[in-house]
C-alpha cells in the first residue's frame, strides 16, 4: 500500500513572480524555454477563486471540444498576440509565467491523467471500476464493452479488457497468465510517463503460459530462482496501469464469452510475499482482499474521472501537478537535462518536488497568466492531434496516425496528444497503431446526423499481423449506446462472415438509423447524435501503417454514394 508523504510549505513569495528580476529561463528554445534535445548521462486546499472548467472556457472562446473549429462568435486571440500585449505594457513576467504554464501542460498532461485514473481505481470507492490496488476490474462484468465505460477515452470494442493499477510500495507483484493459443491477447503495464515497461502476449512474449515479476528497482529482497531472467521485470516507477486485452472474435457467441472469462480468471496478480505462502502460485482473485490506494487527492478529484481533459480547470491541474512531482512511487527521470531544465522553471511558480503549491494563494494576476498558459497548452495539443504535419501525426489517407515511435521521456507533444486522445496507447507501434479521424473526405466535421461509408478493397485490407478494428465515438471519445451494442466494426467480423461483402468491397454504412436495405442493415455502423470521431486500431501494424503510406479508406458523406 502507498504512504503518504509529509509535505514542507515553502515561503512563497508571490511577487517575486511579477519583479523585473525575475529568474531566467533556461534553454536554447526560445518558444518553449527548454532545450530543444535532451542529453543523458547513461496538505492541499480547497479553491477559493474559481476557474472557467475546460467546456466553458472552449464555448466561450468559441473552440469546438475536439480541436476541429477554432473562432466562432468570440474572435479567440492567439497566444502571440497576448503575450505581445503583455510585454507592450511591461508585463514580461506574466507573458513567462503564461510560457512556463503551456510547457507545463505538454509536460503534465499525461502524469495527470494517470493521477486520476489511478484514484478512480483504486481510492474511489462510489465508482464502477473501483477495485483497489493490484486487482483488475473487468468492463461490463467481462462481458463485450459497452457505452457505459467511461474510465478511459478511445477504448476498443473487440477485445475484453482487464485494467487496474500495481503499487510496488510494499511488495513486488507476481503476475501469471495462462496458456493462449488460438487468439491475441497481451498484459501491458505503463508507467506515469506513459512508458511501457512490459509488453507481454502471443505478439511479444509467445503463447505459453508465464510468470512474471514484477519489482522496483530498489527492491533488496531476495528473488526466487525460478523465474526467467526475462520474465523479471524492474522499474523505477512504483504504481503502473496493468491492461490486460483478450480478443473476442465473435461478442455474441456466449461461449467464446465464458471461455475468455476463464482466461481472466486464470491471469492473478499477488503480492510477492502471498504467492510465496500459496505454493509459489497466484491467489485467485475471489480469496484476496481489496486494499484501497492511499494517495494524496484534491476535493474535485470525483468529478474529472469522467471526460477529464475537458472539465479540468487550471487550478486541478496545477494542484494535480504538484501532487504528482511530491509522489513517492512516481519518482522522477533523474537523468533527463529537459525535465530538470522543466523542474526548474515550474519552481518559479511554486510547483515542485517538496512545494505545497495552493492556488488560491496567488495573486490574480498570476492565477490569470497560469490559466491563460494552460488554455494555450491544451489548444496547442488538439491542434497537434487534428493536423497531420508529420511532427505528431503524418496522413493516412485522412486519417491521423500517430507518430509514437519516439520516445516520451522527451516528446512531451506526442505524449501529451496521445493521453487526450487515447490515454493508455502504446508508446510504441510495436504493440499496435492508431488512426484517428475527425473530418470527411471533404475536410467537414463528423457529425452524426449525416450519413457515411467507408469502402474497402478486399485485395487491399489493412495490414496487420493481428486485428484491425474502426470504433466510433463520440466528440469526446466515449462510446454512446445504440440498439445493436455495436461500437466497431473489424476484421473478425469478416473473417467469421458476419459482414456483407459485394464483390470485392466490404462497405460499411455509418449513420444513426438503420438501413432500409436489409444487406447494408448487416454493415451498419451506429453513429452517436452531434460531433463523432474514429480511432482505428491496427493490432500488429506492418510499416505502411505506421509510416501512412498504406492507402486507407475515406469517410465519404451520402451526397457522393
Not at 486519417?399 to 512531451?412: K, S
Request: net charge negative; with cysteine; aromatic share 10%.
Amino acid at each position: 500500500m502507498s504512504k503518504k508523504t509529509d509535505h514542507t510549505t515553502p515561503e512563497l513569495d508571490v511577487k517575486l513572480l511579477r519583479s523585473p528580476r525575475r529568474t531566467a529561463l533556461r534553454g536554447t528554445n526560445t518558444h518553449q524555454g527548454i532545450p530543444d534535445s535532451d542529453e543523458t548521462v547513461d496538505g492541499v486546499h480547497q479553491f477559493s477563486t474559481r476557474t472557467l472548467t475546460r467546456r466553458e472556457a472552449l464555448q466561450r472562446g468559441g473552440i469546438i471540444a475536439g480541436g476541429l473549429t477554432l473562432g466562432g462568435p468570440t474572435v479567440t486571440r492567439t497566444v502571440a498576440a497576448d503575450r505581445e500585449s503583455e510585454a507592450s505594457h511591461g508585463n514580461d513576467t506574466d507573458a513567462s509565467v503564461a510560457a512556463i504554464a503551456e510547457d507545463a501542460y505538454l509536460y503534465g498532461l499525461q502524469q495527470v491523467i494517470f493521477y486520476v485514473t489511478r484514484f478512480n481505481y483504486t481510492q474511489n470507492e462510489d465508482s464502477d471500476v473501483f477495485v483497489g490496488i493490484n486487482r483488475l476490474y473487468y468492463p461490463n462484468e467481462g462481458r463485450p464493452i459497452t457505452a457505459d465505460f467511461t474510465a478511459v477515452v478511445s477504448p476498443n470494442a473487440t477485445t475484453l479488457y482487464g485494467q487496474g493499477v500495481l503499487d510496488l510500495q510494499d511488495d513486488p507483484v507476481v503476475i501469471e497468465m495462462p496458456e493462449v493459443t488460438d487468439r491475441y491477447f497481451s498484459l501491458e503495464l505503463m508507467n506515469q510517463y506513459g512508458i511501457y515497461p512490459l509488453y507481454a502476449g502471443n505478439q511479444f512474449t509467445g503463447t505459453d503460459a508465464r510468470s512474471y515479476l514484477i519489482l522496483p528497482d530498489d527492491y533488496e529482497g531476495e528473488i526466487p530462482g525460478d523465474f526467467a531472467a526475462t520474465d523479471v521485470v524492474q522499474t523505477g516507477t512504483k504504481t503502473l496501469l496493468t491492461e490486460l486485452r483478450y480478443a473476442l472474435r465473435d461478442p455474441t457467441d456466449e461461449s467464446e464469452i465464458a471461455y475468455i472469462n476463464d482466461l481472466q480468471e486464470q491471469t492473478t496478480i499477488t503480492p510477492l510475499s502471498e504467492w510465496l505462502e500459496n505454493d509459489c502460485s497466484g491467489v485467485p482473485w475471489a480469496d484476496q482482499s481489496v486494499i484501497p490506494g492511499d494517495y494524496e487527492t484534491i476535493p474535485r478529484m470525483a468529478e474529472l474521472t469522467e471526460q477529464q481533459v475537458e472539465n479540468q480547470t487550471a487550478a486541478d491541474f496545477f494542484t494535480l501537478l504538484n501532487l504528482v512531482l511530491n509522489d513517492p512511487s512516481m519518482p522522477l527521470i533523474d537523468d533527463s537535462r529537459k525535465e530538470a531544465a522543466m523542474l526548474e522553471r515550474l519552481e518559479q511558480v511554486g510547483i515542485g518536488p517538496g512545494l505545497a503549491f495552493d492556488w488560491s494563494s496567488l495573486e490574480t494576476d498570476v492565477q490569470e497568466a497560469l490559466t491563460s498558459g494552460f488554455e494555450s497548452g491544451f489548444e496547442r495539443v488538439r491542434a497537434a492531434a487534428v493536423e497531420a504535419n508529420g511532427d505528431v501525426m503524418v496522413d493516412m489517407n485522412g486519417w491521423n496516425v500517430l507518430q509514437n515511435t519516439g520516445d516520451f521521456r522527451t516528446d512531451w507533444l506526442t505524449r501529451a496528444a496521445m493521453a487526450d486522445f487515447g490515454f493508455a496507447g502504446p508508446d510504441s507501434p510495436a504493440s499496435h497503431a492508431a488512426g484517428f479521424k475527425f473530418t470527411d473526405a471533404n475536410g467537414e466535421p463528423l457529425d452524426g446526423s449525416n450519413q457515411y461509408t467507408i469502402t474497402f478493397d478486399l485485395e487491399d485490407m489493412p495490414p496487420v499481423t493481428e486485428f484491425w478494428e474502426i470504433p466510433i465515438y463520440d466528440a469526446q471519445g466515449y462510446f454512446v449506446e445504440n440498439e445493436l451494442d455495436r461500437y466497431s466494426i473489424n476484421s473478425y467480423m469478416l473473417e467469421e462472415g458476419l459482414l456483407d461483402t459485394d464483390g470485392d468491397e466490404l462497405v460499411i454504412y455509418v449513420q444513426q438509423e438503420e438501413p432500409a436495405d436489409p444487406e447494408q442493415a448487416t454493415n451498419w455502423l451506429p453513429a452517436p447524435e452531434g460531433g463523432m470521431r474514429f480511432a482505428a486500431r491496427f493490432y500488429g501494424p506492418r510499416w505502411s501503417v505506421v509510416d501512412g503510406s498504406y492507402d486507407m479508406p475515406e469517410v465519404v458523406p451520402a451526397e457522393e454514394w
